[in-house]
Every structure is written in C-alpha cells, then in structure tokens.
C-alpha cells in the first residue's frame, strides 16, 4: 500500500500519477486531501465550480461531491476508465482522507515530486478546502 500525503499537490497532476498506480494493481491512500491544490484564481476555480454543479438536472446529475476527500477521490475517478471492469477495479483501490486517519499515524506518507505547487509559473492557487466551502 502507498500513502501519498496531498498536502501543496497540484490535484490533475497528482490524480494522473495515483490513476497510473491504481491500474497497476496498487492500492493507494490518499492523507490530507483538503490540503491539495487546484490551480486559478480563486474567482476563476469557484466560478467553473459552480458552472459544474450548475449544469444538468438534480435527478440524473452530474453531482459534484461537497467534502474534500469525496472530490479528491472523483477527480482521480476521471482519470480512470471507471465504466470498464478494469477502471472500477482500480478505482475501489484508491481511498482518499481528510486529515491522517490513526492507522496512518506512524507511517512514512511519500509526496509527488512532479505535482507540487512550487512548478506552477505563478502564485494562482487555491486548496480543495477553500473551494469547496463555496460551492
């Protein structure tokens, strides 16, 4: 099992990487899912938001979760063909958290190199929690 902490994770990088290792057949956990990263600015991450959540009827969807660990885990879900038996699999393989669960106290939580925030050219960014509080 692989434990990525998200904290200062671009979320599309990060999701691609955790999608890749999931198809591979590892199971991964996700810690501090709300700390992670969307990049924009903040205007700009709320207002495509709320256009998604806006969009289709409430009855058939899409529904856009409003927990941090829920979204983290439903981008990752996008990258994944999770309508395929193979994508489902992997797909129940990632677990996302808020915060770090006790059983994940005393283990060594690795971080993505190529997703962190420090690659973005500019200062434009917003975490997970911020832009969920507002959908």
Do not use: W
Not at 17 to 24: F, M, W, Y
């Amino acid at each position: 099992m692989i434990i990525i902490d998200a904290t200062d994770l671009l979320i599309g990088r990060m999701s691609t990487v955790i999608a890749k290792k999931a198809l591979l057949g590892q199971e991964v956990s996700i810690i501090n899912a709300e700390k992670a990263v969307i990049s924009g600015t903040k205007a700009m991450v709320i207002e495509k938001l709320k256009a998604q959540r806006n969009r289709g009827t409430p009855a058939k969807g899409p529904f856009l979760p409003r927990k941090a660990d829920r979204f983290v885990r439903r981008t990752i879900r996008g990258m994944l063909p999770y309508k395929v038996a193979k994508g489902a699999e992997a797909f129940k393989r990632v677990l996302c958290y808020v915060g770090v669960p006790e059983e994940f106290k005393d283990s060594k939580a690795i971080t993505i190199e190529a997703a962190k925030v420090k690659k973005l050219p500019t200062l434009n960014y917003v975490t997970v929690e911020d832009a969920i509080k507002h959908i």
